[in-house]
């Protein structure tokens, strides 16, 4: 079946303009997660979803990152003013949320360069 | 707050040879974790987990990592590796709630696999 998708693969913004990046989880998948990976670091978690409800959201880095889940399904990461530290690859990751399988299933990612 | 170490930056294996990447994690309790595997320009790919029960989990392409509650650890090893293996390996934990319920994962900072021939 389909895994994780995400678009733009690739996204370059100059600095102070504002982005989108969009996730698509694995049908039926209850939660949905956000990270973000610096060059040769490993992920860092941002934001967790289940179904519409942002539960948490203690890894944004600053009041610039917003994210959000309006129908429980896709979901959008929104940088406000784009910093050049920002440049990173973002991964989206979904999971059943139910029972015991806990397992994060990834998408491919966007990576922002931020000029 | 739970923490994962991966202590070798990069390991170099011959093609052919065994494989024992390492991994530590700091939890108040049992975690979930999990070993991810990535290629470049790619996402990660799970390539085992551990939720309960027996603690030597087989995985994907060979691969098998055993659970040692006692040393905090959950090292991955493959018996012979591929030229195909060469990648980013990251070990990770998860943080296990009483109602069954998950968290964002906490990731190390990952094992860069290189082959040679």
């Known amino acids: 079946g389909a895994g994780v998708s995400q678009s733009p693969r690739y996204k370059v913004a100059k600095r102070g303009q504002d982005v989108a990046l969009r996730c698509d989880p694995i049908?039926?998948?209850?939660?949905l997660f956000w990270y973000q990976q610096a060059l040769g670091q490993g992920p860092e978690f941002l934001t967790y979803?289940?179904?519409?409800?942002?539960?948490?959201k203690s890894g944004l880095p600053s009041d610039r990152f917003f994210a959000e889940r309006p129908e429980g399904s896709v979901s959008t990461l929104k940088i406000q003013r784009t910093q050049q530290e920002d440049s990173a690859v973002y991964l989206c990751?979904?999971?059943?949320?139910?029972?015991?399988?806990?397992?994060?299933?990834f998408g491919p990612g966007t990576r922002l360069t931020v000029l | 707050a739970q923490s994962v170490t991966q202590p070798d930056i990069h390991i170099t294996v011959s093609e052919g040879a065994s494989l024992e990447l390492r991994c530590n994690y700091s939890y108040g309790a049992t975690p979930y974790l999990f070993w991810y595997v990535q290629s470049p320009g790619q996402g990660l790919q799970l390539l085992l987990k551990?939720?309960?029960?027996?603690?030597l989990v087989q995985g994907i392409k060979g691969f098998e990592a055993e659970f040692k509650r006692s040393q905090s650890s959950f090292n991955l090893r493959k018996p012979s590796v591929h030229w195909s293996d060469a990648a980013e390996y990251f070990c990770?934990?998860?943080?296990?709630?009483?109602?069954?319920?998950?968290?964002?994962?906490?990731f190390g900072k990952g094992t860069h696999l290189i082959i040679q021939p």
């Open positions: 049908s039926g998948h209850v939660s």
């Open positions: 551990y939720f309960s029960g027996d603690t």
């Open positions: 979803f289940q179904n519409e409800a942002q539960l948490d």
């Open positions: 990770a934990v998860g943080a296990r709630y009483s109602g069954g319920g998950a968290d964002g994962l906490t």
């Open positions: 990751a979904s999971s059943l949320g139910r029972g015991n399988d806990h397992t994060q299933y």
